[in-house]
């Protein structure tokens, strides 16, 4: 059974840090991009980060700069580190696995919850 499992969301404060962590199960975990998307309230899911196998990353325009997403895979575990938070950044965020290869391969964490206040 596949299973993705979020950590690290909370309440931070305006220019904050957060550290979100996804610790994968039931895959080859090494053989998977991994990314990380948000939604707020009113909004379309966006894509935030993304990482490939061979660790070649992405970024939305809007934190650039600000986030990094990287992966350990001894761990099977991607992580979002989010640096000079905005209340902009306030939103669900969920962990997704993809098989780059093969479809039908797609799977996502429960997501968690990332608050920021002014």
């Known amino acids: 059974q596949v299973q993705l499992v979020e950590s690290g969301g909370g309440l931070v404060q305006l220019g904050g840090s957060l550290r979100l962590s996804c610790a994968a199960s039931g895959i080859i975990f090494s053989i998977y991009a991994m990314g990380w998307y948000r939604q707020a309230p009113g909004k379309e899911r966006e894509l935030v980060a993304a990482?490939?196998?061979?660790?070649?990353?992405n970024y939305a325009d809007s934190v650039k700069g600000r986030f990094t997403i990287s992966r350990d895979n001894a761990k099977k575990t991607v992580y979002l580190q989010m640096n000079s938070l905005k209340p902009e950044d306030t939103a669900v965020y969920s962990c997704?696995?993809?098989?780059?290869?093969?479809?039908?391969?797609?799977?996502w964490g429960q997501g968690t919850q990332v608050t920021v206040s002014s």
């Open positions: 997704n696995a993809r098989h780059l290869m093969v479809a039908g391969y797609d799977y």
């Open positions: 990482i490939t196998s061979g660790s070649n990353t």
